[in-house]
């Protein structure tokens, strides 16, 4: 038993920042930003949007596109890292909004790599029978988490959230190889504002993300290329049987490097970054969503999902669609 998924959902704010408003806020330029991580624009939430907002929106046009109501679901697993509450979690914000009144719900936490997690998450409980309908959602508001003066960090990251709902079933195919490597973990943190002293100064630089881009570049190229052939080798399948590769939307030329590594065409490699920027765990099923509503997927085309991120953390994962 697997979980299929049955329907796609996403929420894209509508506030648009590129990189020419990027320039008036700190030393760049639109073609800098092109050329190092092919990122034009960002959306950042405005007004009353959160992540929690953004996550009912992207969970009820997946619901919609699938064709179940919020009755059915008994499970609504979220990936953020960017939370407005500590409780209740986004996921039962989710389930209030939606009307999904029969669900357990919770947050779950990977950073960028979260969807994946969640979905394996989703996954196991469905393969176990306890759970036969799921939403899994990947939300982020970055935008509260990015220092705006902090050039190697505000140029990259955007807001958003993707969702997709799976239901049990005795046909399709499901595989996942995950990992983490704690000992990596502070070349990318973000401290939380909750443990700020009363006597601190009012701004403290680690409750913003801070990252060594380049740890980070090397660990992708190199972690998430062999993510997706341990993958492969497991299911004794090759390159050539995977149809479409959806990776973590952080910079284009660490897509371009994973296709490289791996020989494959740059054309199985589908990007959105240059419009969303870097969207953490809503990234995978934001380009997903996407990929969906332009039919690009035809039934029986085997994809790649694969993702790294904050922990450090990456894995890999296998459908059917």
Request: negative net charge; glycine residues 8%; charged residues 25%.
């Amino acid at each position: 038993m697997i979980g299929k998924i049955c329907g796609t959902g996403s929420y894209i704010p509508s506030l648009v920042w590129d990189n020419e408003k990027l320039a008036q806020l700190v030393e760049t330029d639109d073609e800098w930003i092109r050329e190092r991580t092919g990122i034009a624009r960002r959306h950042l939430i405005d007004g009353e949007e959160t992540t929690s907002y953004m996550a009912a929106q992207a969970a009820g046009e997946a619901l919609k596109d699938a064709g179940v109501r919020p009755e059915e679901v008994d499970l609504i697993v979220v990936a953020t890292m960017s939370s407005q509450n500590i409780m209740p979690c986004t996921a039962c914000e989710v389930q209030k909004v939606i009307g999904a009144v029969n669900a357990a719900c919770f947050d779950l936490n990977a950073a960028c790599t979260g969807f994946l997690f969640a979905l394996n998450t989703a996954q196991a409980y469905i393969g176990q029978g306890i759970y036969k309908t799921a939403i899994v959602i990947g939300t982020e508001s970055l935008s509260n988490m990015v220092n705006w003066d902090d050039r190697s960090t505000c140029i990259l990251f955007g807001d958003g959230a993707g969702a997709v709902v799976l239901k049990a079933s005795e046909d399709g195919k499901y595989s996942q190889v995950t990992y983490s490597d704690g000992s990596r973990g502070d070349v990318l943190t973000c401290s939380s504002r909750n443990q700020k002293k009363f006597e601190d100064e009012p701004r403290d630089e680690s409750t913003y993300m801070q990252m060594d881009g380049g740890e980070v570049f090397k660990f992708a190229v190199s972690k998430v290329p062999e993510a997706v052939r341990e993958l492969l080798d497991k299911e004794q399948m090759t390159t050539e049987e995977v149809s479409y590769y959806i990776l973590h939307q952080a910079n284009v030329r660490i897509v371009r490097s994973v296709a490289k590594r791996l020989g494959e065409k740059a054309e199985k490699f589908p990007t959105n970054m240059e419009e969303y920027g870097n969207t953490s765990s809503a990234s995978i099923p934001i380009l997903l969503d996407e990929l969906n509503k332009k039919k690009t997927f035809q039934n029986g085309d085997f994809i790649v999902l694969s993702g790294f991120g904050g922990g450090l953390t990456y894995g890999a994962s296998l459908i059917r669609w």
